[in-house]
Nanobody
């Protein structure tokens, strides 16, 4: 059974930093892509960042580029999201997902995820 478990969420002041972790279990082989997504209250889930493990490309949403960094653990069953210069509008439940993602050039990237974690709440507030 595939499981994704996020951790590291919490309350942080504007301008602060936070690091989210996602641990994957139950996958018998490597996956094509793993990424982070978020859903703010009253809004649809949106992509934050995604790593295509086939070609090694990492994609970022325009509103987090330069502030957030996705990285993968050496054991490849974990992925992290380093979030810096956090803003109140970054407040959301952050999800880890496995599936596929690919670049669309200037239009950003597209994704289709098959497995999701239960999410970690990040609140940016003073």
């Amino acid at each position: 059974q595939v499981q994704l478990v996020e951790s590291g969420g919490g309350l942080v002041q504007p301008g602060g930093s936070l690091r989210l972790s996602c641990v994957v279990s139950g996958f018998s082989s490597d996956y094509d892509a793993i990424g982070w997504f978020r859903q703010a209250p009253g809004k649809e889930r949106e992509g934050v960042s995604c790593l295509n493990t086939i070609d090694g490309d990492t994609y970022y949403a325009g509103n987090v580029k330069g502030r957030f960094t996705l990285s993968r653990g050496s054991a490849k069953n974990s992925v992290y999201l380093e979030m810096n210069s956090l803003k109140p509008e970054d407040t959301a439940v952050y999800y880890c997902g496995i599936g596929a993602c690919y670049g669309l050039g200037a239009a950003g990237y597209s994704y289709a995820m098959n497995y999701w974690g239960k999410g970690a709440l990040v609140t940016v507030s003073s």
